[in-house]
């Protein structure tokens, strides 16, 4: 059974750098052709993709965020890791991580979630 | 870029059938077969209900099926049940490494 579990922060401040960690299990991001995606819901809005990283360390960013993100694996802790600098209020939004079977493949299952605030 | 195009808001009454649209482009949905959809409850994460737009993952009803013409794929949900009414999202591969999503569309059982 694949589960994942997103965590970090719950409220940044404006200009802050946000770091979330995925933690896995059931799977391993050292296995041919699997990834792990970072995907944020606002408050009441729409899902937004954000990132993905695959098992050979590709990686890939939403163009419109792109020169804020970064995403890095760790494939012994069984983590993956954003990081989205500059936070505005505007970033305020439930963060999820979701694993990725293959190359551009959907995104299956995905964790319960992280609410994070941008406040000062 | 644009996220893709969804209705708002569509309704049905229990026993029905209903159709959710999902309008993209021909560099987007139009150009490979790789549109996923999901389903979201309130407070839970989203759910893989269609991926490639037509397979079925294991343990999906069989009432949720998916298609896709030129630059527009569908969801319909046949059967209508209480526990269908949920906000549904469609994904899809946009090419130059990066996904898009839906606008997401409100799914009301009467």
């Known amino acids: 059974q694949i589960t994942l579990k997103e965590s970090g922060p719950t409220l940044v401040k404006p200009t802050q750098t946000l770091t979330l960690t995925c933690t896995f299990s059931?799977?391993?991001?050292?296995?041919?052709?699997?990834?792990v995606g970072w995907i944020r819901q606002p408050p009441g809005k729409a899902l937004e993709w954000l990132a993905l990283?695959?098992?050979?360390?590709?990686?890939r960013y939403s163009p419109s965020l792109k020169s804020r993100l970064t995403i890095t694996k760790d494939t012994s802790k069984n983590q993956v890791v954003l990081t989205l600098t500059n936070m505005d209020p505007v970033d305020t939004a439930t963060y999820y991580c979701?694993?990725?079977?293959?190359?551009?493949?959907?995104?299956?299952?995905w964790g319960q979630g992280t609410l994070v605030t941008v406040s000062s | 870029q644009s996220a893709l195009t969804q209705p708002a808001s569509v309704s049905g009454s229990p026993g029905q059938s209903i159709t959710i649209s999902c309008t993209g482009t021909n560099s987007d949905v139009g150009s490979y077969n790789l549109v996923s959809w999901y389903q979201q409850h309130p407070g839970k994460a989203p759910k893989l209900m269609i991926y490639?737009?037509?397979k079925r993952p294991s343990g999906v009803s069989n009432r949720f099926s998916g298609s896709k013409s030129g630059n527009t794929a569908s969801l319909t949900i046949s059967g209508l049940q209480a526990e269908d009414e949920a906000d549904y999202y469609c994904c899809s591969y946009a090419g130059t490494s990066h996904w898009m999503f839906g606008g997401g569309t409100k799914l009301t059982v009467l």
């Open positions: 490639e737009d037509s």
């Open positions: 979701a694993h990725s079977i293959s190359w551009n493949s959907q995104f299956d299952p």
């Open positions: 059931g799977f391993s991001l050292s296995s041919t052709g699997v990834g």
């Open positions: 990283i695959y098992w050979n360390d590709d990686k």
